[in-house]
């Protein structure tokens, strides 16, 4: 365990169904002190709008929001220009499709991607071709090679991590291969930015979409990385304050990056939460919480292998796979697991993950969950395991 329940106020509560497992950092995570207290002062001690505002408190406001910019930036090997803020990845993702693809442009996805990497390209009504999976969940890039030979699409949008399968998508041979075909590369950051190092550098993305509540960060804010020329060449994608330097009667002048494309009030104090959460990232060490919450995963597939009745999805190895595990129980509704598991405070996510494609593909309506975060433990996997045994005694699966 590299990150104890004393940093996470949540972890200390007592709670009447127990102590509390948290296994649904996927979904989001929890919050420690640090990151609480930094947006606690934020309000109390230097809340202020930005960017106009000539008195000192303004000017600490706006310094600490541009402040966590910087941070996010060092974090992801780019420069301030081309670290935008959104409201999610979500809202990240549907920046670049609202502003770079047109109707019949050809986007290239995967069969493993989160709704909010598929709705965004059939919105601006882009013709989407897909790469499959194989039975271990692992993309088939042979075919990649195929679509990108003979559809050129424009774009090729990927999970780094799939939050259903917890596969780990090569990015960098996957970029190789987009940009030789000539398109670009999207990825969708959500399940990897808290778990892994990411380098725009030695990724060579050209957008990386990524949200600071999955990683120990507030809700309200995602980023978007661009590469700065792309970022350049791209119009805005919704009007307002602050995304212009001049307005007129019949026609506007746009800000310089990246607040061309933040209109409105920011998300101040969420900014500086973000930028907390990457500090308390950063004092851990990001390789230590890759092999922290490998060893986890792999001793969850290592018990979950000897629970009857249950098929899990996904890599067979940990070393290729995020920090989750998604499985189902024959005869028994991925709800109900979830609720029993609940009943004692083991928190973990059912349902179709937003990923509803792939849940076809895999032959099943639903599954059930468990993510692992800092905090959590060989005891919590134990705790969790356990009642994965009550589950069976319950729903008299035999």
Request: proline letters at 5%; glycine letters at 8%; a negative charge.
């Amino acid at each position: 365990m590299i990150g104890t329940a004393l940093d996470f106020p949540i972890l200390r509560e007592e709670f009447d169904e127990g102590p509390l497992v948290y296994l649904d950092s996927a979904a989001t995570s929890q919050k420690p002190a640090e990151v609480l207290e930094a947006m606690d002062r934020a309000y109390r001690t230097r809340h202020a709008s930005i960017h106009r505002g000539v008195y000192p408190l303004a000017a600490r406001s706006t310094d600490d929001f541009e402040g966590a910019r910087e941070i996010v930036a060092r974090w992801i090997g780019a420069s301030t220009k081309e670290v935008v803020f959104t409201g999610n990845a979500s809202g990240a993702i549907n920046l670049v499709a609202r502003t770079l693809v047109q109707p019949g442009d050809h986007v290239l996805l995967t069969e493993m991607e989160h709704h909010s990497n598929i709705v965004p390209w059939q919105l601006v009504g882009a013709q989407v071709d897909y790469v499959p999976v194989d039975d271990d969940g692992v993309l088939e890039l042979d075919t990649l090679d195929e679509l990108l030979a003979s559809k050129r699409p424009k774009l090729v949008a990927v999970a780094h991590v799939s939050n259903v399968l917890g596969t780990i998508n090569p990015i960098a041979e996957i970029a190789k291969r987009a940009h030789a075909a000539g398109a670009l590369l999207l990825v969708d950051g959500a399940q990897a930015a808290p778990h892994m190092r990411i380098d725009m550098g030695e990724l060579d993305a050209d957008f990386y979409a990524f949200t600071a509540h999955k990683m120990y960060g507030p809700t309200g804010i995602g980023v978007l990385y661009g590469r700065r020329e792309l970022l350049e060449e791209l119009p805005p994608f919704i009007g307002g304050g602050h995304m212009i330097s001049r307005v007129d009667w019949h026609e506007s002048r746009w800000n310089e990056l990246p607040w061309k494309f933040e209109a409105g009030t920011s998300p101040i104090v969420e900014a500086i939460g973000l930028g907390a959460a990457i500090r308390f990232l950063d004092s851990i060490g990001i390789d230590a919480i890759r092999e922290h919450e490998a060893q986890l995963t792999s001793y969850a597939l290592e018990r979950l292998n000897e629970v009857s009745g249950l098929t899990t999805y996904g890599p067979p190895a940990a070393e290729q796979r995020g920090s989750l595990v998604s499985f189902a129980f024959d005869g028994a509704h991925p709800h109900d697991v979830a609720e029993i598991l609940g009943a004692s405070n083991i928190c973990v996510r059912a349902g179709h993950h937003c990923a509803q494609p792939l849940m076809r593909k895999l032959g099943v309506a639903a599954t059930t969950r468990a993510s692992f975060a800092v905090h959590n433990t060989r005891e919590d996997v134990d705790s969790f395991v356990d009642g994965l045994a009550r589950v069976r005694e319950v729903l008299k699966l035999g």
